[in-house]
């Protein structure tokens, strides 16, 4: 009986080496699992950060322009007052601007 007892032996010695290798293939599967989660969990975390910062600089951008478009409205208003305000013409104003409308009546009726 030594000798039949030999092969039920090796058998069961085959049978818990598969055993283990499975048991030790589904501890692989669960840690190759937590590991994809957190790699997952730390891409998430650099696109929030990503996104946070790029919001700051686009809202530090949007200010920037806002402060100068502010500031080059002001400069036209401005302008457009000084413009408003009453210009009395010189007599040499009145020279310049009397040959400049005998000059375009010439040429309008091309004389």
């Known amino acids: 009986m030594p000798a039949a007892r030999a092969p039920d032996d090796a ?16 501890e692989a599967i669960a840690a190759t699992q ?3 989660l957190a790699m997952i969990d730390a891409a998430r975390a650099t696109a929030r950060g990503l996104a946070e910062r790029t919001e700051r600089r686009i809202g530090a951008i949007r200010a920037a322009f806002e ?3 502010t500031a080059a409205v002001a400069t036209l208003d401005a302008t457009g007052h ?3 305000a009453r210009h009395d013409l010189t007599s ?3 020279a310049r ?13 091309e004389r």
């Open 34 to 36: 937590d590991a994809a």
């Open 92 to 94: 040499l104003d009145q």
């Open 67 to 69: 402060r100068h478009a």
């Open 11 to 26: 058998v069961e010695a085959a049978i818990a080496r598969v055993l283990d290798a499975e048991h030790g293939a589904h």
């Open 97 to 109: 601007l009397g040959a400049a409308v005998e000059a375009l009546a010439a040429q309008l009726t």
């Open 82 to 84: 000084d413009a408003e």
